[in-house]
């Protein structure tokens, strides 16, 4: 076993001095509440790329905020560690999922707070604080040092929690600048405290809105229920025949593109000290669901699934109301492994739910595709990954593990394939963050380890490139 790696003196002295500083600062962006979703808070999301554009500038980068059609990127560059040190490109994104339900939040979702070692705000993890840590361990090499031992480029984004529509034309405009020996992207999470992780997959996602539609309008459902077909009662059966009683998925010719993990990948899942009692415990439910026949951690990492994310139909005030409800509306999405693509699941899922719900059957369907993104699969070979393994194991004391992720990122895949460089996945979060949901967290240690890891990694691997050469 090699000795274990340890963060350069210098600059973990730097970390630690500026620590209550990388907080409070940390504290100001997340005060911003950038919902990329909500057109009530573009000017909040436009002053998140402002706060960020404005940070950048003053750790010493050359910053541009540059338009899209939607939200703005912030691009920042540093590029004086000479032409023969690799180009890292970090990504991340300053956009945050709604904060709603707002009264579901012990502190208000824009008021960050520390409670028991985990700071608390809407975007703490996903993704402000991880991108956070990148800033403050390249500010650390440029304060000690003067310098990077890579040329850097900063890429954030306003629109990855509304699936990054304007994200794929951009890369591919600026496809020269952006070229790189290496994208790192800090927005996923460890497996468990304590267990660095590297990531090796993504599943993709096609997301849909189906509307069914039947009489012109609400109707009384006892001058009419019985006679009329009902809009949700034929949503509901619909919805009801997307899977089969082995809980797969019942869309003819789904599971077509499905390549299998390869064993070895299976093994090392297998081998990852999961615990289903203490999954359950997690998320408070006394059983868990999906395809027969495969282990938790194979039904989120490597298998497809098809979820219901909304519902919505008739009346769902206090009390009751007696109405057969003129339309239903679902939103429902898929998760998608490869070699699976949004755009050929979008033709299976409409053509199944015609099936289901034909002309003849009183009502119709319409059916819109709102996102997508491709699955993605890592072979974790070469000098970026060797860097990351040993800036991990200093940082956190021990090796990575490998893992997978059930959650998207659908730009991963357009990075690979635009700018041919690899994409090295290292998240910072923890089981139970909270994510999306009320009471989002980030573990106070994990910001500072990951940025340790951070500030080792750029060495690492300008070290590795150099001897790689
Ligand atoms: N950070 C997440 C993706 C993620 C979640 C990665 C969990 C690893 C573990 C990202 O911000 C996200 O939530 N993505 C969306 C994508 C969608 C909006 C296109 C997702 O997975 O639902
Ligand atoms: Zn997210």
Same mark, same amino acid.
């Given at each position: 076993?090699?000795?274990?790696?340890?963060?350069?003196?210098?600059?973990?002295?730097?970390?630690?001095?500026?620590?209550?500083?990388?907080?409070?600062?940390?504290?100001?962006?997340?005060?911003?509440?950038?919902?990329?979703?909500?057109?009530?808070?573009?000017?909040?999301?436009?002053?998140?790329? @402002?706060?960020?554009?404005?940070?950048?500038?003053?750790?010493?980068?050359?910053?541009?905020?540059?338009?899209?059609?939607?939200?703005?990127?912030?691009?920042?560059?540093?590029?004086?560690?000479?032409?023969?040190?690799?180009?890292?490109?970090?990504?991340?994104?300053?956009?945050?999922?709604?904060?709603?339900?707002?009264?579901?939040?012990?502190?208000?979702?824009?008021? !960050?707070?520390?409670?028991?070692?985990?700071?608390?705000?809407?975007?703490?993890?996903?993704?402000?604080?991880?991108?956070?840590?990148?800033?403050?361990?390249?500010?650390?090499?440029?304060?000690?040092?003067?310098?990077?031992?890579?040329?850097?480029?900063?890429?954030?984004?306003?629109?990855?929690?509304?699936?990054? !529509?304007?994200?794929?034309?951009?890369?591919?405009?600026?496809?020269?600048?952006?070229?790189?020996? %290496?994208?790192?992207?800090?927005?996923?999470?460890?497996? %468990?405290?304590?267990?660095?992780?590297?990531?090796?997959?993504?599943?993709?996602?096609?997301?849909?809105?189906?509307?069914?539609?039947? !009489?012109?309008?609400?109707?009384?459902?006892?001058?009419?229920?019985?006679?009329?077909?009902?809009?949700?009662?034929?949503?509901?059966?619909?919805?009801?025949?997307?899977?089969?009683?082995?809980?797969?998925?019942?869309?003819? @010719?789904?599971?077509?593109?499905?390549? !299998?993990?390869?064993?070895?990948?299976?093994?090392?899942?297998?081998?990852?000290?999961?615990?289903?009692?203490?999954?359950?415990?997690?998320?408070?439910?006394?059983?868990?669901?999906?395809?027969?026949?495969?282990?938790?951690?194979?039904?989120?990492?490597?298998?497809?699934?098809?979820?219901?994310?909304?519902?919505?139909?008739?009346?769902?005030?206090?009390?009751?109301?007696?109405?057969?409800? @003129?339309?239903?509306? %679902?939103?429902?999405?898929?998760?998608?492994?490869?070699?699976?693509?949004?755009?050929?699941?979008?033709?299976?899922?409409?053509?199944?739910?015609?099936?289901?719900?034909?002309?003849?059957?009183?009502?119709?369907?319409?059916?819109?595709?709102?996102?997508?993104?491709?699955?993605?699969?890592?072979?974790?070979?070469?000098?970026?990954?060797?860097?990351?393994?040993?800036?991990?194991?200093?940082?956190?004391?021990?090796?990575?593990?490998?893992?997978?992720?059930?959650?998207?990122?659908?730009?991963?895949?357009?990075?690979?394939?635009?700018?041919?460089?690899?994409?090295?996945?290292?998240?910072?979060?923890?089981?139970?963050?909270?994510?999306?949901?009320?009471?989002?967290?980030?573990?106070?240690?994990?910001?500072?380890?990951?940025?340790?890891?951070?500030?080792?990694?750029?060495?690492?691997?300008?070290?590795?490139?150099?001897?790689?050469?």
């Amino acid at each position: 076993m090699p000795s274990t790696p340890t963060i350069p003196r210098d600059l973990s002295s730097w970390l630690d001095a500026h620590d209550a500083d990388a907080f409070a600062q940390l504290n100001e962006f997340l005060r911003i509440p950038s919902v990329s979703a909500r057109s009530e808070h573009n000017a909040d999301t436009a002053a998140a790329a @402002g706060w960020l554009h404005a940070a950048l500038a003053r750790i010493g980068f050359t910053v541009e905020t540059l338009p899209t059609p939607g939200h703005p990127v912030v691009l920042a560059e540093w590029r004086k560690a000479g032409p023969n040190a690799p180009t890292i490109l970090i990504y991340g994104h300053y956009d945050v999922q709604p904060a709603e339900p707002l009264e579901l939040w012990t502190s208000p979702a824009f008021d !960050p707070t520390v409670r028991d070692g985990k700071l608390f705000a809407r975007g703490s993890v996903d993704d402000k604080g991880q991108l956070w840590a990148h800033v403050m361990a390249l500010a650390a090499h440029l304060d000690v040092r003067g310098r990077l031992p890579v040329n850097v480029i900063v890429l954030a984004e306003g629109e990855e929690e509304v699936g990054s !529509p304007n994200l794929a034309p951009f890369i591919e405009k600026h496809m020269i600048r952006l070229a790189c020996d %290496a994208v790192v992207i800090s927005d996923s999470a460890m497996f %468990a405290p304590g267990i660095p992780s590297i990531l090796s997959s993504l599943r993709g996602l096609a997301y849909f809105e189906v509307t069914v539609r039947g !009489p012109s309008g609400d109707l009384h459902s006892g001058m009419y229920g019985g006679a009329v077909v009902n809009p949700a009662m034929a949503l509901a059966r619909a919805l009801a025949t997307l899977h089969d009683a082995k809980g797969r998925i019942a869309i003819k @010719g789904f599971y077509d593109k499905v390549k !299998p993990f390869p064993a070895a990948v299976l093994k090392g899942m297998r081998a990852l000290p999961h615990s289903d009692a203490r999954f359950r415990k997690e998320i408070g439910v006394r059983a868990l669901g999906g395809e027969a026949g495969k282990t938790t951690l194979e039904k989120l990492w490597t298998r497809p699934t098809c979820e219901i994310n909304g519902l919505l139909s008739g009346y769902t005030g206090e009390g009751a109301k007696t109405v057969l409800p @003129g339309e239903a509306m %679902a939103k429902v999405s898929f998760r998608l492994v490869p070699d699976q693509r949004p755009e050929v699941i979008e033709r299976l899922f409409k053509a199944h739910l015609m099936r289901q719900l034909p002309a003849s059957s009183g009502v119709t369907v319409k059916v819109t595709a709102l996102h997508g993104g491709r699955p993605w699969r890592a072979d974790l070979d070469g000098p970026v990954f060797d860097a990351a393994r040993i800036a991990l194991r200093a940082a956190f004391g021990r090796a990575p593990v490998i893992v997978g992720e059930g959650g998207s990122i659908p730009v991963v895949g357009d990075f690979e394939r635009i700018l041919g460089a690899p994409v090295l996945l290292v998240g910072f979060g923890l089981p139970g963050e909270n994510a999306h949901a009320p009471d989002e967290w980030i573990g106070v240690r994990n910001f500072r380890d990951g940025t340790r890891t951070m500030a080792m990694l750029y060495e690492e691997f300008a070290a590795r490139h150099a001897a790689g050469a």
